[in-house]
Nanobody, 125 residues
Framework: QVQLVESGGGLVQAGGSLRVSCAAS????????MGWFRQAPGKERDFVAA????????YYADPVKGRFTISRDNAKITVYLQMNSLKPEDTAVYYC??????????????????WGQGTQVTVSS
């Protein structure tokens, strides 16, 4: 069982940076692949990035490649999403999610088992 709580969202100007965090509870945190998704008003929830249990492997959606970085600290039971060069189209509620280990990347929301409540990120132009 894993419980997830996001934090760190806020308002930032275009071109700025923001880091959102996801604190997890559960003794088996290191056994899960962790992902970030985002959902803008009236749109579907989209995959953003994922990291393997060790943090050594990462996977990104094309719109955020080169701008966002996902990382995790298993000792702190936390996963991070560093967002640089933010654009107004990055405005959304950002969710972290967890799924058991797999030999492939999961990018669809229905593939993830545990979810946080989300944190709002707003990028002004």
């Amino acid at each position: 069982q894993v419980q997830l709580v996001e934090s760190g969202g806020g308002l930032v100007q275009a071109g700025g940076s923001l880091r959102v965090s996801c604190a997890a509870s559960g003794r088996t945190f290191s056994s899960y692949t962790m992902g970030w998704f985002r959902q803008a008003p009236g749109k579907e929830r989209d995959f953003v990035a994922a990291t393997s249990w060790s943090g050594g492997r990462t996977y990104y959606a094309d719109p955020v490649k080169g701008r966002f970085t996902i990382s995790r600290d298993n000792a702190k039971i936390t996963v991070y999403l560093q967002m640089n060069s933010l654009k107004p189209e990055d405005t959304a509620v950002y969710y972290c999610a967890a799924v058991g280990l797999s030999n492939r990347w999961y990018t669809r929301p229905e593939e993830y088992v545990y979810w946080g409540q989300g944190t709002q990120v707003t990028v002004s132009s």
